[in-house]
């Protein structure tokens, strides 16, 4: 009697663990999926849905926002890269590597492509890292170094 009930505690304490594994592979596909929407909205030119993929406000850090994080609305995120794409009007993100981190974190390395009306190209190689709640991004941590080098000037 007690080996089985030895063999049964077992079975359930593998049974369980397995399950919590199933559960955070499916958020982190589930994220995943989100993400790479976020990239066609993006490469789409579809600010508005993009916009609505964030919580209403949500903490930015990124070079050309300011040190630091930054708090945006839905409509200051949809109006910033409204007036990036007049920049930009072939505006591109080609992402290089998707890298799920944990349950909520999602990390992007993808590399922005664009061409002013001066004819000059942009080719900024970036990782964004991204928390996702309850399916909406509530943070957007973006690294580029948005530094010239003397010699392009």
């Known amino acids: 009697m007690r080996k089985t009930l030895i063999i049964v505690v077992s079975v359930f304490v593998f049974i369980s663990c397995n399950n919590q594994n199933q559960s955070k592979m499916i958020g982190t596909n589930r994220n995943e999926k989100?993400?790479?929407?976020y990239f066609?909205?993006?490469?789409n030119h579809d600010w508005k849905k993009m916009s609505e993929m964030y919580v209403e406000t949500a903490d930015f850090k990124?070079?050309?926002l300011g040190?630091?994080?930054?708090?945006?609305?839905?409509?200051?995120?949809?109006?910033?890269?409204?007036?990036l794409n007049k920049i930009f009007p072939d505006l591109h993100d080609k992402i290089?590597?998707?890298?799920p981190s944990g349950e909520n974190h999602i990390i992007v390395e993808f590399i922005s492509t664009g061409t002013a009306p001066d004819n000059s190209k942009l080719e900024?190689?970036?990782?964004?890292?991204?928390?996702?709640?309850?399916?909406?991004?509530?943070?957007?941590?973006?690294y580029?170094?948005?530094?010239q080098d003397e010699g392009e000037k």
């Open 67 to 83: 040190p630091g994080i930054v708090k945006q609305s839905r409509k200051q995120t949809e109006d910033k890269y409204a007036e």
């Open 124 to 142: 900024l190689p970036i990782c964004t890292i991204f928390t996702i709640d309850n399916g909406l991004i509530t943070k957007d941590f973006t």
């Open 62 to 64: 990124d070079p050309s």
């Open 40 to 43: 066609d909205y993006f490469n």
């Open 34 to 37: 989100l993400i790479k929407q």
């Open 96 to 99: 290089i590597q998707i890298y």
């Open 144 to 147: 580029f170094d948005n530094f």
